[in-house]
């Protein structure tokens, strides 16, 4: 007996036991992936259908996405997907740019030994990688370790939650015109770790301060000029 041919446009349906955490990583993988369009209405119905779910965990997840600034909620027009250009990107940069700098003078007096293992292999990834989206993903992990090494999961919830691996890959595409960009990071990174490991909280913060700085100065002038990353 042949299988019944499937929808067009139809995914194959979730059969596990968290549905409302599949739900959100389908959901998202969809909004990221540029399938919709910024200001798209995200329709509970018709995401149900398309992913073969009911609707309370299509809800869940959207309401989780929103919270994360993926997507927007209006009363009178539903869920929508945001805008993830270079604007909304600066504005989590003005964010992370806050908050990275208190990260790393917390990892300089919490950090162990650990830490400093996963902090250097990170390093060591971004240093061999053989390409953008390899250095990017590796530099990434460098962040997201550092908030780890904090000793507050919340700071590393919310450092996660600002740095979206889809959007960050596909704006490297503009950094890499820069043949110094990845030898500069690697060195930062490598600053900040040497300040980190020998406790010096002061110069590990303002060393990532300066980290960020210089990240969102390299993007402002093509926020400004109003390119968007679509």
Partial sequence: MEPSPRSPGR???????????????????????????????????ELAERFGISRTPVREALRRLAGESLVNFHSNRGFRVADLGLEAVLRRMEVRSIVEPGIARLAALRRTE????????????????????????????????????SGNEELARVLNSLWLVEVGRRLLSRRTADPNWLHDDVTEHREILAAVSEGRASDAEHLMADHIGRAVHHWEPLGSSGTKDR
Avoid at 24 to 42: K, S
């Fill in 11 to 45: 995914s194959d349906p979730i059969r596990v036991d968290s549905v409302a955490d599949l739900a959100y990583e389908r959901i998202r993988g969809y909004v990221l992936g540029g399938e919709v369009a910024p200001g798209e209405r995200l329709g509970q119905v």
């Fill in 114 to 149: 650990e830490d400093l293992r996963r902090l250097e292999e990170a390093i060591a990834g971004e240093e061999g990688a053989r390409d953008g989206v390899a250095a990017h993903d590796a530099s990434r992990d460098f962040h997201l370790a550092l908030a780890r090494a």
